[in-house]
C-alpha cells in the first residue's frame, strides 16, 4: 500500500476488505483505492464484510476502479452480517458503518446469478454506495442480477445488471 493508500494490483487471487466489527471499539477502514485489477475464477472480487456484531468501525472512501471479473461467485459484495459458523454473532446487527464506497468502470462475468450483492445492517445501512459504467453478466451470456438490502447509494453510465440502489 502506497502511503496516500492507494493499492495497485494487476492480477490478485483475493481482496477482501474485512473482517470489520469483530470487536465492540475498532478503528475503522478509510480512503482505499482499488485499481487495475483483474479476479479469475475467485469465491469473491471486490469485497466488504463485517461482522454481525455491535462495533463502532466505519469502512469509507473506498474506490474500486478499472477492474475486470473472469467467471467470479461474487463479483461486487458487502456483506455486514458476516458470522461464520453462527458463533458468537447469531440475530445481531453490524454496527459498522459502510459509506462511500464507488465500483467504477468494472466489467466480466459472474459465476453465479446474483452478480452484485449490498447486504447491509437494518441498524447501520449502507449509504452512498455509486455504481459507474459496472456491466457484469451471468456465464458470459445470460443477463445478471442485483440484490441490495438496507443500502442506498446511486447508479450512472451503463450499468448492468440493473441497480437495485
Known amino acids: 500500500m502506497t502511503p496516500n493508500g492507494a493499492l495497485a494490483i494487476f492480477a490478485i487471487k483475493l481482496l477482501s476488505i474485512g473482517s470489520l466489527g469483530k470487536e465492540l471499539k475498532e478503528a475503522g477502514v478509510q480512503n482505499v483505492t482499488v485499481k487495475t485489477a483483474t479476479f479469475r475464477g475467485t469465491q469473491n472480487g471486490l469485497r466488504i464484510k463485517s461482522w454481525g456484531r455491535p462495533s463502532s468501525g ?3 472512501n473506498i474506490l ?5 471479473m473472469i467467471n467470479v461467485q461474487n463479483p461486487i459484495i458487502i456483506d455486514q452480517n458476516y458470522c461464520p459458523n453462527n458463533k458468537n454473532c447469531p440475530g445481531q446487527d453490524s454496527g459498522v458503518k459502510v459509506s462511500d464506497a ?5 466489467h466480466g462475468t459472474s459465476a453465479t446469478e446474483v452478480a452484485v450483492k449490498f447486504d ?15 456491466k457484469l453478466t451471468y456465464k458470459n451470456v445470460l443477463p445478471a ?3 441490495c438490502n438496507h443500502a442506498a447509494g446511486s447508479a450512472s453510465g451503463l450499468v448492468q445488471p440493473s441497480s437495485c440502489l
Not at 120 to 134: A, E, G, H, R, T
Open 145 to 147: 442480477q442485483a440484490s
Open 102 to 106: 464507488t465500483y467504477q468502470d468494472i
Open 64 to 68: 474500486f476502479q478499472h477492474v475486470v
Open 58 to 60: 466505519f469502512a469509507r
Open 120 to 134: 447491509c445492517s437494518s441498524k447501520s445501512p449502507c449509504n452512498n454506495i455509486s455504481l459507474q459504467d459496472v
